[in-house]
């Protein structure tokens, strides 16, 4: 198998349409045929930035970001949500009849930024190797938009994923504190204004006892069993297995309940019943989970433990 099949597999992820995402803030890049130009071998294209590194050599690697959009520039994947900047080595031979894609890649260097028109059916049945996606007009263009951030031999790939990946855990770590600090002061005000005087874990829940038991104490391990109503902060309720009547049977501590949860039930012991507020970083984070839980949502749950064995 030819190591530029790595290209398709990647490509077959962004075939999962992510339509509706919202129009691309350079959408209008593409609004001015004017401004392209076309190869000898039909594509067409514009240089957004011109950065100052070379183009890759034979066994090269580009390392780029990339998102692609109909002619209505309404997007259809994103590199960005898909694990961000990835991965494609350089080779001539193998290129030469992989499609457009291969040959817009190819134009680029380090830094380069560019719009590029190719044919639907060049891209997916071509370069891709797969079927065109139901929704998309065989006849139409996509609008590719690809960047190149850096061209590196294929010694240094492994390393520089590992600094790559290093770098977004510390962005994500900055931007968890940043909500983790915006969240706590939505709670603090609430229950300011509420006249609620409660309790706060170390990393950050709050919670209140609202009915005492007198059975175990629920620690980590434990099976337990719980009761609960969850809703926003604002009181919409997304979930409760009171309605059910169905308890929700899980291992504590063990990751499989959010973060909050696992934390927040170890302050309980059986029969207790208490209120656990919880900020969005300690919950879903910057997901949307259903149609209530927006990302970023601060969660409340009363909850009983009815059982920790």
């Known amino acids: 198998m030819k190591r530029t099949n790595k290209l398709k597999t990647k490509l077959n992820l962004f075939l999962i349409p992510v339509f509706f995402l919202g129009i691309i803030l350079f959408g209008s890049a593409c609004s001015n045929d004017k401004e392209f130009q076309t190869t000898d071998s039909g594509l067409t294209y514009k240089f ?3 950065g100052e590194g070379d183009k890759a050599e034979e066994g090269e690697v580009y390392m780029i970001n990339m998102m692609y959009s109909d002619e209505n520039d309404s997007v ?30 190819g134009m680029m260097g380090k830094g380069d930024s560019a719009v590029f028109k190719i044919p639907a059916t060049d891209f997916f049945v071509k370069s891709a190797g797969s079927s065109i996606p139901p929704g998309i007009d065989s006849a139409s263009s996509l609008n590719f938009y690809i960047g190149v951030q850096d061209v590196i031999s294929d010694a240094e790939l492994e390393t520089y994923q590992r600094e790559q990946m290093a770098k977004q855990r510390a962005e994500m770590a900055k931007q968890s ?8 002061a939505k709670i603090v005000a609430y229950l300011d204004e509420n006249n609620i005087d409660a309790q706060t874990t170390e990393s950050g829940v709050r919670y209140v006892i609202t009915k005492e038991g007198s059975g175990k104490k629920a620690n980590p391990g434990d099976s337990v069993l719980v009761h609960y ?81």
Request: no cysteine; glycine share 10%.
């Open 48 to 50: 957004i930035e011109k």
């Open 76 to 105: 259809i994947a994103n590199s960005s949500f898909d694990g961000g900047m990835f991965p494609i080595r350089y080779e001539q031979e193998a290129w030469e009849n992989g499609g457009m894609i291969y040959s817009a890649i």
């Open 229 to 309: 109503r969850g809703t926003l902060l604002d009181g919409t309720q997304f979930d409760a297995s009171y309605d059910r009547d169905e308890p929700l049977p899980f291992v504590l501590g063990q990751g499989m309940v959010i973060p909050g949860w696992d934390e927040g039930i170890q302050q309980l012991q059986v029969g207790d019943k208490a209120k656990l507020f919880i900020p969005s970083p300690l919950a879903y984070g910057p997901t949307q989970r259903g149609p209530i839980i927006s990302p970023n949502s601060v969660l409340v749950f009363e909850v009983e433990l009815l059982e920790a064995k």
């Open 177 to 184: 504190a940043a909500q983790m600090s915006e969240d706590s």
